[in-house]
């Protein structure tokens, strides 16, 4: 188990050492205390000032999770005893094999800056083993593996295709998508921004500059959001009447609302997801009621003509650009997510009027959290019926399921750039 490094000690580390001990201290946080990488991030590189070598510790974490299951392997071949998955040997073994076999690193820089990290014995062993790996040498396969459980699970759910397509996913550099608050100007800023459309309000980007520095972005003028992230609004549509997004944080799909005409009211637990938020609106000039609160506890006081509830799950849809997801999204953690869930869409329904929509959305690729909640519901509540989508609010990219939903999956937009796995149902309230 990592052990705590004082301010003083991570001075004294030589050049380049720094950077690799606060990704040691984030895998750590990921894969023993289940933290996502995000989170885990800003605490393990408290120590490291300049922006370029922040930026150097998420790359190595995030290529050392991507990457993960090859590199145990690799590793697992090299040595007499199996290491232990936390033992600090194999972590930093990780992170010197990442850095030379996905980064680039050369060989030498990359054991240097790791060999700090561990003391004694595992010291030598560390640096044996890397020596061995590199005389080989060793290299790795097309695409990266993934955990066991996750392959075995999505292809039982999905298939093998979705399996490779997601590997070919894990492998590459998704592209950066952009939802307009004024779809009208799509044609122009994805010329600006030498990027393409799959459909009114979304640009796609292979390359860009920092965001902050993007045309358009101080003026409010559009948002990132992944194309699948940005279906649950799109589904709702245009209206002039009350709208709640439950579970809003950080406010994509507020704002899609608000730019659409609604009367939105966002509701979050984390008030400094809903900071975030706050943030967004103020940035784009748009407007929504922003209230900190527990869905299971709090209730609207009217009913809503719309109502979305893209509610917490396991993530593992977003492995693309969140590599942590694959070796967090435990069964627990699945089963525990999708209780909440039940209890959640329960009270979403009773706050949808007569006539009025309801939207559930998950970002995930585990049909305990999608095609499971909905046909719950349904057996649940006769005052509810599914409204497929169909005209234009797809742009021809995603059909709807035989039940009536959305699903995305790895592969799905695969020519295009791919997008995250989403499970999406549009009801609409007959009672």
């Not at 999770?65 to 600090?88: E, F, G, H, M, Y």
């Not at 990027?195 to 965001?211: F, Q, Y």
């Not at 049909?367 to 409204?387: C, K, M, S, T, Y």
Request: proline share 8%.
């Amino acid at each position: 188990m990592p052990k705590p490094v004082s301010r003083a000690d991570s001075a004294a580390d030589a050049p380049g050492v720094p950077a690799r001990r606060a990704a040691l201290r984030v895998l750590d946080a990921v894969l023993r205390r289940g933290e996502a990488l995000e989170q885990a991030l800003a605490p393990a590189a408290r120590d490291i000032a300049r922006g370029d070598d922040r930026a150097l510790v998420h790359a190595i974490a995030a290529a050392t999770l991507r990457w993960l299951v090859n590199l145990d392997a690799l590793i697992d071949s090299a040595t007499q005893r199996p290491l232990a998955d936390d033992a600090k040997a194999r972590m930093a073994l990780r992170i010197a094999l990442a850095q030379a076999l996905v980064l680039g690193t050369p060989p030498h820089a990359a054991i240097a800056t790791v060999l700090p990290l561990v003391d004694g014995g595992p010291r030598k062993l560390v640096h044996g083993v890397f020596g061995t790996l590199m005389r080989r040498p060793a290299v790795f396969p097309a695409l990266p593996a993934l955990p066991q459980p996750v392959a075995l699970r999505w292809q039982a759910a999905w298939g093998e295709a979705a399996v490779v397509a997601a590997q070919t996913a894990l492998a590459g550099q998704p592209p950066l998508d952009l939802s307009l608050a004024d779809p009208d100007k799509t044609a122009a800023l994805a010329q600006a921004l030498g990027g393409t459309s799959l459909m009114p309000g979304h640009v796609r980007l292979r390359d860009h500059d920092a965001i902050p520095a993007m045309e358009g972005f101080g003026e409010g003028a559009w948002w990132v959001q992944d194309i699948a992230a940005s279906l649950p609004a799109r589904l709702i549509g245009p209206g002039k009447g009350r709208a709640l997004d439950i579970c809003a944080a950080p406010g994509g799909k507020t704002m899609q609302l608000a730019a659409a005409g609604w009367d939105v009211t966002a509701l979050d637990i984390s008030r400094s997801r809903l900071a975030r938020l706050s943030e967004n609106l103020e940035r784009t000039g748009l407007s929504a009621r922003v209230i900190t609160a527990d869905a299971l506890a709090w209730a609207p006081d009217a009913p809503a003509q719309a109502v979305l509830l893209d509610a917490p799950c396991s993530a593992s849809g977003i492995f693309r650009r969140h590599p942590d997801v694959l070796h967090r999204a435990a069964p627990t953690l699945i089963r525990d997510m999708a209780a909440l869930q039940a209890r959640l869409l329960a009270r979403a329904a009773d706050w949808v009027a007569p006539g009025g929509v309801l939207v559930y959305a998950t970002c995930s690729l585990e049909p305990e959290e999608g095609e499971a909640q909905l046909a719950a519901l349904l057996a649940a509540r006769n005052d509810f019926a599914v409204d497929p989508p169909h005209g234009d609010a797809l742009a021809g990219w995603f059909a709807p399921t035989d039940a009536g939903a959305v699903r995305t999956l790895p592969g799905t937009l695969g020519e295009a750039g791919g997008c995250d796995g989403f499970f999406i149902a549009r009801l609409r309230r007959t009672g």
